[in-house]
């Protein structure tokens, strides 16, 4: 282990030797990360006597955060827990899972095969190794976004591990095709459109002037590839934020600048965009993005599909749509950090035969605290869809708000934090 002081927080780094497949202890192993984060302020002799809260990070494919300070959730946590922040397997300092480590693996079959064991269910298995090697007993974990659906699972396979569950943004859909997720969320992509629209009308012009611009003129991105529209769209990504709604108008209104050549995006602008439309930092949000709906079905590019009946989401449309966090296959014809694992993400659509991640008996018997932040207007994790789970969760406690979008813990993480929390110890109280 090694610790070490930033900004008011002490740090230790813990690392695990985990099977990538856990009903095969003896098979090919995982390193996986973890960074213990507690306030400076406390004694060492009350650190060891603070529980564990375990922080599972949205995504797929997204590690752990890194916090420069105490802020926001983070801050209001480490004033009762020691903060376990999960580099989840491929990610971070985890054993890493893109264009560069997979052919190591094997054949394109083999690649395949191999993520299958990047989901929910092999994540939660990690952290329960984790709990064993840290922790006398149960512990808290918090959920956001994709950390929900993996809280879902942990309910359903390891509770006993659990003391009490927060989430927020994260109350996945327990059963049914992908395909159902993607109807809701077009419709709901569509509405924020609307909104940001009316909220900067001017915004609207420009987005069919740079859609229609990249039609015609070839625009490269300081990468070197090329902006094509429909890559462009993927902008709609700030709709999912309170404040970031207002980042995507600044992006807007510099697009373009007059050249000898007549007017070209800007320098300033492909850059901006290019961070928001590469996959190079997280490639397994790409290919396992479909498959976390999955139960024994495929997804057979599921958004892909349902897009087939949103033309108003089609760069051809006269007045195009900004899109969500949608996957498609186009994504590995045209990002350089995809386009070698394009017929291992065809693999993986394809496939019927994924487990369940839920246990929808054990979950409606469940005992352990639950409580979630369930936003109504959240594009990328549909409220209806996230009540019918609260419905099902025996004893879960939800806060329907209208106040937040998805990223509601980076506007007002520390109120957010505090609600759930004692919305769970309120039901553990009862209970006792």
């Keep these: 282990m090694n610790s070490y002081s930033i900004n008011g927080m002490r740090l230790t780094d813990h690392w695990l030797t985990v099977p990538l497949d856990h009903s095969d202890p003896t098979g090919p192993q995982l390193k996986i990360f973890a960074r213990e984060i507690v306030a400076a302020g406390h004694a060492p002799e009350v650190v060891e006597e603070l529980p564990w809260l375990l922080y599972l990070q949205g995504g797929p494919g997204g590690r752990g955060a890194r916090p420069l300070s105490l802020f926001g959730w983070l801050k209001e946590a480490t004033g009762s827990f020691r903060v376990l922040m999960l580099d989840q397997r491929g990610t971070g300092l985890s054993s890493p899972v893109n264009r560069q480590t997979l052919p190591a693996v094997g054949t394109v079959a083999e690649q395949a095969e191999y993520l299958t064991h990047f989901r929910a269910d092999s994540i939660v298995a990690d952290a329960e190794l984790f709990r064993r090697a840290l922790v006398a007993g149960p512990w808290s974990i918090y959920g956001q976004s994709f950390g929900g659906f993996c809280a879902l699972t942990y309910l359903s396979f390891a509770p006993d591990g659990l003391r009490e569950v927060l989430i927020t943004g994260g109350l996945a859909p327990l059963t049914g095709h992908p395909d159902r997720v993607y109807e809701a969320t077009f419709s709901r992509v569509a509405a924020r459109n609307t909104e940001y629209f009316a909220r900067y009308p001017q915004d609207r012009d420009a987005v069919t002037r740079i859609v229609r611009h990249l039609e015609s003129v070839a625009e490269i991105l300081p990468s070197g590839e090329r902006l094509t529209p429909e890559?462009?769209?993927?902008?709609?990504?700030?709709?999912?934020?309170?404040?970031?709604?207002?980042?995507?108008?600044?992006?807007?209104?510099?697009?373009?600048?007059?050249?000898?050549?007549?007017?070209?995006?800007?320098?300033?602008?492909?850059?901006?965009?290019?961070?928001?439309?590469?996959?190079?930092?997280?490639?397994?949000?790409?290919?396992?993005?479909?498959?976390?709906?999955?139960?024994?079905?495929?997804?057979?590019?599921?958004?892909?599909?349902?897009?087939?009946?949103?033309?108003?989401?089609?760069?051809?449309?006269?007045?195009?749509?900004?899109?969500?966090?949608?996957?498609?296959?186009?994504?590995?014809?045209?990002?350089?950090?995809?386009?070698?694992?394009?017929?291992v993400a065809d693999l993986l659509a394809e496939r019927r035969n994924w487990p369940p991640l839920y246990d929808l008996d054990q979950l409606s018997r469940n005992t352990v605290p639950v409580s979630a932040a369930v936003y109504l207007d959240d594009i990328y994790v549909d409220h209806d869809l996230s009540m019918e789970t609260a419905a099902a969760v025996l004893g879960l406690q939800a806060w329907e708000t209208g106040d937040y979008h998805h990223d509601g813990i980076t506007e007002d993480g520390e109120a957010i934090f505090s609600r759930l929390l004692g919305m769970c110890r309120t039901v553990a109280a009862d209970v006792q």
Excluded: K
């Excluded at 449309?317 to 950090?337: H, K, S």
């Design 231 to 343: 890559r462009f769209q993927m902008v709609g990504n700030f709709l999912g934020g309170n404040t970031r709604i207002d980042g995507l108008h600044y992006l807007l209104e510099d697009a373009f600048v007059c050249t000898p050549d007549g007017d070209r995006l800007s320098d300033p602008f492909l850059a901006q965009v290019e961070g928001q439309v590469s996959r190079a930092s997280n490639p397994l949000y790409a290919l396992l993005h479909e498959s976390i709906y999955c139960q024994g079905q495929a997804s057979a590019w599921s958004a892909s599909r349902v897009l087939g009946s949103r033309p108003d989401f089609l760069p051809s449309a006269d007045e195009p749509l900004l899109t969500g966090e949608m996957v498609y296959p186009w994504y590995f014809e045209q990002d350089p950090a995809l386009e070698p694992l394009q017929a």
